[in-house]
C-alpha cells in the first residue's frame, strides 16, 4: 500500500460527515435549510458542525442527531445484524445543490 494510499484511508476513517442522505422527506427538509447527513457513529455535534463549515464554507445555525442503534434481521441466510448508524440533521444559511429541488 502506497503512503498517499494510507494517507486517504486515515482521512477517510476520521472524517465525521460520511454520505448525505437523500430521501424525499429529506429533500423537503431541505427547501427549509435543513440538510441530512450520514455521520461517524462517535462524531459529536461540535466535529460535524466545524466538518461542514470547511466542506461547505457555509454557516452552522444547530445541528441535531439521532443514532440508529443496530438490530436483527432475518433473511433466508440466517440471522444478520445491521451495522450501527448515526444521522445529523445541519441547519445552515447556505443554498446546498446536493439535494434535489423538488417543485410545488
Known sequence: ?????????????????LAPLIT???????????????VRPSANKYEIAKEFESLFKGKVTRVNTTADRAHKRSTKKGK??????????????????????LEA
Open 1 to 17: 500500500m502506497s503512503a498517499e494510499a494510507t494517507k486517504t484511508t486515515i482521512e477517510r476513517k476520521q472524517r465525521a460527515i
Open 24 to 38: 424525499f422527506k429529506t429533500t423537503q427538509a431541505a427547501q427549509r435549510k435543513c440538510y441530512t447527513f450520514l
Open 80 to 101: 444478520v445484524r445491521k451495522s450501527d448508524g448515526k444521522k445529523a440533521f445541519i441547519y445552515s444559511d447556505i443554498d446546498l445543490d446536493l439535494f434535489p429541488k
